[in-house]
């Protein structure tokens, strides 16, 4: 009950909504911030505070959606038709929060900012848990994950390629242009992607859901051990992941003095994890996915102190260690969403519900909480040691305080990651096992719900 292979073709078009995906992401943990706290005169603590409560409201809506997407069908299938409802949302919302009309208000700011986070949660789980359903196969379900991301990254160069165009050519107000820019690029190109998206792939017929009563639900989930683990990691690497992405223009700019190209040597980071996915699904299939994910954290702490080493002013080494650093950037989420198909077959088995979308609400939820707490922690901290974001006004030391947060937040959240993942208990022989019970499962139903009502 595996289902068929998706033709590379059939795949790219089902990961096309990750490059929008990608391009509202990044820009709100390395420009908006940074954006909304400097030429929108908000601040760096009340920035901090603002992105923090968006990201708390998730608490309420991923559940929610994951829920709502699991229970609520249509003829379309269970997915598809969220998705579509996303699109005009997310188009009003980017439009007024990347394009905004200064003076912007804290109240506008975080207004904007929650309803742009129910569109994106609509999108990303609707998508996620979509992706989780189109195979049953261990090996193919990273397949799935692996093309998703490297749309998702792929995304992230195309949108970057607009503000290190803008920082190119010295464009008048540069800080609002790139940032409207990328909002415009969200606009038009959501719409085409999820058009074919919807269009040519078809969702797998699912099996037939049991009745489950609340508590019985929740209790499932309290008990799943592989649930807990992955969701700890996922936490870690999110709070990790936007840590490094609202420093880095910091930290190019006033350590590594590159603010000047800072954008196009992002560029590099992220096309070291495309070119890489494919080196990551190889070792998924010979080690398996925990254990590809232990030796991507074990990198993580060893790698970053090389940051250290970038003389000032020196682009090329500071390219060759991004690109270093960015060969491993998207292993853990091609990995994890992987390993949450898995992990939603114990709780299909225990509980006879396919309730992929909530898993994947609870997936996207802990690393949007890991990212929540990082950019409030970031800008606590560098508050707190007294960085400022202008040109000439920080001393050495702080300088160097900034540096040693930039590279001890990856180290130690990678090291707790690794230890998490460690003894993670589903591998490729533990996920057949499963889905041969459940298959036996659906043959069975199938087959009392096919029966003549006359027979017994």
Partial sequence: MTGPRLSPLRLAAFSGPAIPIAALGLPIGV?????????????????????????LWDVVTDPAMGVLSDRFPSRWGRRRHWIVLSVPLLVVCAYMVFVPTAPATSFYLIGWMFFLYIGW????????????ELSADYNERSRIQGYREAFQLLGVPLVLLIPAIIERIGAENMEAARVAAIGWFIVLVLPVAVGLNILFVPERKSAPQRPLDLGAAIRAIFRNLPLRRLLAADFLSGFAGAALASMYIYEATYVWGI???????????????IIFIPVVLKLSYRLGKHRTVVAAGLFNVVF????????????????????????????????????????????????????????????????????????GVVFWTLAL?????????????????LSIVFVATPVICNAIVAAIMWRFPIGLKEQEALRRKLDERFVEEVELTERPPNLP
């Fill in 385 to 401: 040691i007294g960085f400022v974001p202008k040109q000439g006004e920080n001393t050495e030391a702080t300088l160097t305080g």
């Fill in 259 to 273: 603010g000047s190209i800072a954008s196009f040597l992002l560029l590099i980071y992220f096309f070291g994890g």
């Fill in 121 to 132: 949660t609509m999108l990303t789980i609707s998508h996620m848990a979509w992706a989780a």
């Fill in 31 to 55: 420009y908006l911030p940074q954006f909304y706290a400097g030429p929108m005169g908000l601040g760096l603590a009340a920035v901090g505070t603002i992105f923090m409560l968006a990201r």
């Fill in 304 to 375: 970053p102190p090389v940051i250290f080493l970038i003389p000032e002013g020196n682009y090329y080494v500071a390219a060759l260690v991004l690109l270093f650093l960015g060969v491993n950037v998207g292993t853990t989420t091609t990995l994890y969403r992987s390993m949450m198909a898995d992990v939603a077959d114990i709780d299909e088995l225990e509980t006879g519900q396919r309730r992929t979308g909530l898993f994947y609400s609870l997936l996207t939820l802990t690393q949007k909480l890991g990212g929540a707490f990082a950019v």
